[in-house]
C-alpha cells in the first residue's frame, strides 16, 4: 500500500483543515487508517485512527470534538477534519496503515507497515 498525504497549511487559531489520505495498491478496506503528527523535539503522537475491520473511529483525547476520521472506500481516501485548530495541533502530519492492527496496539507508531511522506500543520496565535 502506497500512501499520499495533503491537505496541509498555514492556518490561525481557530481555523480548519482537512487533511487527505489517499491510499493505492492495496485492498483498502479492511486496513486501518492512522493519523499521526510529530512537533519540532517531541514524539510523534496518535492523533486517530480508522479502523477498517470494524468501521469504527478513534482519537486522541484533546482533539475529540474537534477533529473527524472519515473514509471514502470509493476513493480510497481518509479525511481529518480538523475544526477549531490551536497552536499545539501545529506539526507534520503523517498518515499511516496497516491491516493487522489489534485495537490495543492502533496508537502506537512503529505497529503500522506503511507510511506516507508528512504534510505540515501550522496553527499561528
Known amino acids: 500500500v502506497q500512501l499520499q498525504a495533503s491537505g496541509g497549511g498555514l492556518v490561525q487559531t481557530g481555523d480548519s483543515l482537512r487533511l487527505s489520505c489517499a491510499a493505492s495498491?492495496?485492498?483498502?478496506?479492511?486496513?486501518?487508517i492512522g493519523w499521526f503528527r510529530q512537533a519540532p523535539g517531541k514524539e510523534r503522537e496518535f492523533v486517530a485512527a480508522?479502523?477498517?475491520?470494524?468501521?469504527?473511529?478513534h482519537y486522541l483525547d484533546s482533539v475529540k470534538g474537534r477533529f473527524t476520521i472519515s473514509r471514502d472506500t470509493a476513493k480510497n481516501t481518509v479525511y481529518l477534519q480538523m475544526n477549531s485548530l490551536q497552536p499545539e495541533d501545529s506539526g507534520v502530519y503523517y498518515c499511516?496503515?496497516?491491516?493487522?492492527?489489534?485495537?490495543?496496539?492502533?496508537?502506537?507508531?512503529?505497529?503500522?507497515?506503511?507510511w506516507g511522506q508528512g504534510t505540515q500543520v501550522t496553527v499561528s496565535s
Open positions: 499511516a496503515a496497516d491491516n493487522r492492527l489489534i485495537l490495543s496496539r492502533i496508537r502506537v507508531p512503529d505497529d503500522y507497515d506503511h
Open positions: 495498491g492495496g485492498t483498502f478496506r479492511s486496513y486501518t
Open positions: 480508522f479502523r477498517g475491520s470494524a468501521a469504527t473511529t
